[in-house]
C-alpha cells in the first residue's frame, strides 16, 4: 500500500508541474517562466485560477 502512496504523490507532483508549464506558456510564450512556473507548479495554478 505504502507503494501506492508513493506512485500517486509522484503523478500529482508531474500532471502539477505539466499544468503550471503549459498554463505558463500560453499566457507567456517564455521559456524562462514556463521553467519558474513549473518548479512552482500547484502553487502556481491555484494562483492562475484566482486571478484568473
Known amino acids: 500500500m505504502s507503494s501506492t ?3 500517486v504523490a509522484r ?3 508531474s500532471f502539477g508541474s505539466a ?3 503549459a498554463i505558463s ?4 510564450q517564455s521559456v524562462l ?3 519558474v512556473h513549473g518548479i ?6 491555484i ?3 484566482i486571478v484568473r
Open 5 to 7: 502512496r508513493v506512485e
Open 33 to 35: 517562466w514556463a521553467i
Open 40 to 45: 512552482f507548479s500547484w502553487l502556481y495554478v
Open 11 to 13: 503523478s500529482g507532483i
Open 47 to 49: 494562483y492562475y485560477l
Open 19 to 21: 499544468l503550471a508549464i
Open 25 to 28: 506558456w500560453s499566457l507567456n
